[in-house]
């Protein structure tokens, strides 16, 4: 079952697969071959949304955007290792949320933390 939700209005959708996967990228890769649809944040599929392989559907659907975080314990310093992960990671992040197709809105849930 898909949970939907528009505006105010939540919907309940039975789906009935032929093929079910536990990661997203083998759900994006069947619809790509045209075995359905699938669900995915936009910044997963956003270079086969701006190549035309995937076409957005019930955009009326969409989730409102969330940030994305880094989090880590604020009891502790922060570890050299943790500091060079961000420095590496963050600008890409950014760079990538930031060049999403036109239409496409980034949707990735976050906690409290360490913002993109």
């Known amino acids: 079952m898909w949970k939907l ?3 105010q209005t939540e ?3 039975p789906i ?3 093929l ?4 997203v990228q083998s759900a994006c890769d069947g619809a790509r071959a045209g075995i359905g649809i699938a669900v995915a944040l936009s910044y997963q599929i956003a270079e086969h949304v701006r ?3 995937l076409t957005p ?3 009326d659907f969409m989730s409102e955007t969330h940030p994305v975080s880094f989090v880590y314990s604020p009891d502790r310093f922060m570890p050299v290792k943790l500091r ?3 420095d590496f990671a963050l600008p890409r992040l950014k760079a990538r949320l930031g060049d999403l197709p036109k239409g496409v809105r980034p949707t990735a849930p976050g906690k409290r933390g360490h913002k993109a």
């Open 5 to 7: 939700k528009r505006e």
């Open 11 to 13: 919907y309940v959708a």
């Open 16 to 18: 009935h697969s032929r």
């Open 20 to 23: 079910r996967v536990s990661d």
């Open 51 to 53: 190549s035309g392989e």
């Open 57 to 59: 559907l019930l955009q």
């Open 84 to 86: 060079s992960f961000l």
